[in-house]
């Protein structure tokens, strides 16, 4: 079975500071990883995804996020953030062996740009 | 534009009373997915369609249906809403085939409250 685990349920953070919103899964498989950013009174929206190749992928309005498969980790970063970067952000894993077709989600990280 | 669309976007109803929300996807997408979100626990899978008439339970089924007659939609349906069903709805659909058959697209959500 498949968990993600995101360690920070919120995180505040100042204007132009960077940012780490941590995750890590358990799995006995391997699995494809994925962020994805949820504003306010919205759907989900794809950040940025790990299927397989480079460890350090770059995703949408500035994040990247870096696989670390001894850690089972999958941390998503932010160099410089913007007030309009608050948000609420899920890591999901799934098992490329079933076909993908459960997308296993962690509780989310609050993240909060303070002005 | 392409879209995953939803209604109702909000609800009200009382215990028993059966229910339909419905989710419509314009982008030809084999894969569909129903998810509820609740505070503290993320997004858990309901119900998930590879193609018209094949659908399977996630994780969290129990009290729910759904059909796939047709490829765009996927409604789903409470035949007995209790006040535990009150919830975030989030419909999903994705490509099977293509370069971005792991990439989700939500729809805006259903906010369901059951008295």
């Known amino acids: 079975a498949q968990s993600v685990t995101q360690l920070d349920s919120q995180v505040p953070v100042f204007e132009e500071a960077p940012v780490e919103l941590r995750c890590n899964y358990s799995?006995?498989?391997?699995?494809?990883l994925f962020w994805y950013v949820q504003y306010p009174n919205q759907g989900l929206q794809l950040l940025l995804k790990?299927?397989?190749?480079?460890?350090l992928v770059k995703g949408i309005n500035g994040f990247e996020a870096e696989f670390n498969k001894s850690q089972t980790s999958f941390h998503l970063r932010k160099p410089s953030v913007h007030i309009s970067d608050t948000a609420e952000y899920f890591c999901a894993v799934t098992p490329p062996q079933t076909g993908a077709n459960n997308l296993f989600f962690g509780t989310g990280t609050r993240l909060t740009v303070i002005p | 534009e392409a879209q995953v669309t939803q209604n109702p976007r909000y609800l009200i109803t009382v215990t028993g009373k059966k229910l339909t929300v419905t989710c419509s996807q314009n982008m030809n997408h084999e894969y569909m997915s129903w998810y509820r979100q609740d505070p503290g626990l993320g997004l858990r899978q309901i119900y998930y369609s590879m193609n018209v008439e094949v659908t399977d339970k996630g994780d969290v089924p129990e009290g729910y249906k759904v059909s796939r007659k047709e490829k765009r939609n996927f409604p789903l349906i409470l035949e007995s809403p209790s006040p535990n069903q009150t919830s975030l709805y989030f419909c999903?659909?994705?490509?099977?085939?293509?370069?971005?058959?792991?990439?989700?697209?939500f729809g805006p959500g259903t906010r369901l409250t059951v008295t």
């Open positions: 999903a659909s994705r490509p099977l085939t293509s370069g971005r058959a792991y990439e989700q697209y």
């Open positions: 790990y299927l397989s190749g480079s460890t």
């Open positions: 799995s006995s498989v391997s699995v494809y």
